[in-house]
């Protein structure tokens, strides 16, 4: 997995994001990887604003998978923070499409060859799991939850490459929760 150097202009790098909401439409997760830094995780009380920037410093492209129809815009609505206002944006859903593949994110990774540990889990569960989170303090529900998060947010990572935007790397494993 690319580092999101690029060329003798310098260092152009890029974070990869992806949200969960609540059943209220709430940000309850906000998933970002980075292969210099590994993947962080702004959780309940963390997803605020200075984190999400702090997060995002030095970055030059946000990628998302369906970021221009869902998790932007509801960052901006949710947080008043216009990332497509601070960053470069590219939405590999309609790279997918461009190339004829259909489906959300779960649907085009197999297709491409890129495997998921926490298969058979969707978007859909995401407001469930964090509901048991919140309600029971269950935290395997929790550990779910961020696992799902993570790999959507590095195998966007790996998409891009499969889709050849970037170059072949080695992923940063590391992560950091950030809850208040």
């Given at each position: 997995m690319n580092d999101g150097s690029r060329g003798p202009e310098g260092h152009i790098r890029r974070a990869y994001l992806d949200i969960e909401t609540?059943?209220?439409g709430a940000i309850s997760v906000i998933g970002i990887y980075r292969g210099d830094r590994g993947t962080i995780q702004l959780i309940g009380g963390g997803v605020r604003d200075t984190a999400l920037y702090d997060a995002l410093e030095g970055v030059d492209t946000l990628v998302t998978f369906n970021g221009t129809g869902f998790d932007l815009p509801v960052i901006r609505r949710r947080m008043y923070v216009d990332l497509r206002r601070d960053f470069n944006h590219c939405d590999l859903m309609y790279v997918c499409r461009r190339r004829g593949l259909r489906g959300g994110l779960k649907v085009v990774e197999p297709q491409l060859g890129i495997e998921r540990s926490t298969a058979g889990i969707s978007g859909?569960?995401?407001p469930r799991l964090w509901d048991r989170y919140e309600s029971w303090g269950d935290q395997a529900a929790l550990h779910t939850l961020?696992?799902?998060?993570?790999?959507?947010?590095?195998n966007l990572a790996f998409l891009e490459e499969r889709l050849?935007?970037?170059s072949p790397g080695a992923p940063c494993m590391a992560v950091r929760h950030v809850f208040a």
């Open positions: 609540t059943f209220e859909w569960d995401a961020l696992a799902y998060n993570r790999e959507d947010v590095i050849g935007l970037t």
